[in-house]
């Protein structure tokens, strides 16, 4: 069976730094890719970037690109989410997805809130 | 920048049909831009529905069906059920590159 395990709800303040995490199970992890995307309170979902594991091919949404960094662990089928300095802006539910080939997503995440506040 | 739009809102009787579309500013939607229709609900994760404009997965209900309408891609759904009122959005693909629109409430009333 196919999971996305997302790592639980964080609490930050403004300017700290924060990884997140999507373990990836049931499939051969390295073959498809891994997106992050973002959902502020009450609004629709927004698409951050990609990446590919097997050669971390990474792509970002321009509005996204130098605010965040995806990145990608094989050894534990794990990909990540990272912020240097967070922002109030940045409180938002989290969701990574798992797309096939390069035109089919497929599975979700449980979704990672994320608050910042301080 | 490239913007796909969507139906704000709309709603539905039970055991209607309705459309929801989804348009982007560049241009007619094509099969090319390989529309996915994902389902939310309240208090949950989004939830695949159709990928490829009309494709569905294992677990997509027969009563969603994806098609092109004119120049937009189109999610149909027949014979709407009460637990089908959620958030739909569409996504589609330009040169590879994701692009999600901003959502359609559905209500079932």
């Known amino acids: 069976e196919v999971q996305l395990v997302q790592s639980g709800a964080e609490v930050k303040k403004p300017g700290d730094s924060l990884r997140i995490s999507c373990e990836g199970s049931g499939y051969k992890f390295s073959d498809r890719w891994i997106g992050w995307v973002r959902q502020k309170p009450g609004k629709g979902l927004e698409w951050m970037g990609i990446?590919?594991?097997?050669?971390?091919?990474?792509r970002y949404t321009p509005s996204f690109q130098g605010q965040v960094t995806i990145s990608v662990d094989k050894s534990v089928s794990m990909v990540y989410l990272q912020w240097s300095s967070l922002k109030a802006s940045d409180t938002a539910m989290y969701y990574c997805?798992?797309?096939?080939?390069?035109?089919?997503?497929?599975?979700w995440g449980q979704g990672t809130r994320v608050t910042v506040s301080s | 920048q490239t913007v796909v739009t969507q139906e704000p809102s709309l709603t539905v009787s039970p055991g209607g049909t309705v459309t929801l579309t989804c348009a982007s500013n560049t241009g007619a939607v094509t099969s090319g831009h390989h529309p996915n229709w994902f389902q939310q609900k309240p208090g949950q994760a989004p939830r695949s529905l159709i990928f490829s404009t009309k494709n569905k997965h294992s677990w997509t209900p027969a009563r969603f069906s994806g098609s092109l309408l004119g120049d937009k891609a189109a999610l149909i759904v027949s014979g709407v059920q009460p637990e089908d009122e959620a958030d739909y959005y569409c996504l589609l693909y330009f040169d590879g590159a994701q692009v999600l629109g901003g959502g359609t409430k559905l209500t079932v009333l």
């Open positions: 997805v798992r797309q096939v080939a390069s035109n089919l997503i497929d599975y």
């Open positions: 990446i590919y594991p097997s050669d971390s091919d990474t």
